[in-house]
């Protein structure tokens, strides 16, 4: 059964600086998504990454998958305080069903 | 292109009584999926439809049942409601179609349906 982790659970950033969400999981895919959620909000859509060495860049989000290593990143430059929300990733389990990460809550402060 | 409408936003009920929950998809959209976010648990998948047929169904016990209309349109039903049942039901639509090799099935997420349950 695939299992998804997401660390850190809590990400509390000052503006400016630099941090990444860190997604594992535990069988083989090649489709990963990444969500936003800001609170009391739906889920916007920010990434589909499909194959292995996948980079993909939206202004200050920037997110990459390694297939290899089951793993995928989201990383975050020079944060904003309209990033503040909470990022989930999910993947596919092959039979096209999302598993979702536990999400980072993300807080930038000034 | 409007997107993923879902009825009623917010719903009260009591342990015991049953429920009805409606997602309309983005026009063009056949495929429908079914999710609960609670803050214990997170965001689990429930089940998906396409095309009248459920493809998917996650872990729930058997009164978590839905539907999907000719029309795409779904509706999920919660029976015998107990207070762990509280959560955001939140319905997502894609235009992915099982069998065409299409290199990805991206989900757009409706606002969701608010229940609580006393």
């Known amino acids: 059964e695939l299992k998804v982790e997401q660390n850190p659970l809590f990400l509390s950033m000052q503006e400016g600086k630099n941090y990444t969400i860190y997604c594992n999981y535990s069988?083989?895919?090649?489709?990963l998504y990444w969500y936003r959620q800001d609170p009391g909000k739906s889920l916007e859509s920010l990434f589909v990454l499909l194959s292995n060495g996948a980079v993909k860049q939206e202004g200050r989000l920037m997110a990459s998958l390694d297939t290899k290593a089951r793993l995928s990143t989201l990383h975050i430059t020079a944060a904003v305080h309209d990033l503040s929300a909470t990022y989930f990733c999910?993947?596919?389990?092959?039979?096209?069903?999302?598993?979702f990460g536990t999400g980072t809550r993300l807080q930038v402060f000034p | 292109k409007a997107g993923v409408t879902q009825t009623p936003r917010y719903l009260i009920k009591t342990r015991g009584q049953q429920v009805t929950l409606s997602c309309s998809p983005i026009s063009g959209h056949r495929s429908v999926s079914w999710y609960q976010q609670t803050p214990g648990q997170g965001l689990q998948f429930l089940f998906e439809y396409f095309s009248e047929t459920q493809r998917n169904k996650g872990n729930f016990p058997g009164r978590f049942s839905g539907r999907q209309f000719s029309n795409s349109r779904s509706e999920m039903n919660v029976s015998t409601l107990e207070l762990g049942d509280s959560a955001l039901y939140l319905c997502?639509?894609?235009?992915?179609?099982?069998?065409?090799?299409?290199?990805?099935?991206?989900?757009?997420f409706g606002p969701g349906t608010r229940l609580t349950v006393l």
């Open positions: 999910a993947v596919d389990d092959n039979t096209d069903k999302l598993i």
């Open positions: 997502a639509s894609s235009s992915f179609i099982p069998g065409q090799g299409q290199e990805y099935n991206e989900q757009f």
């Open positions: 069988t083989t895919s090649d489709r």
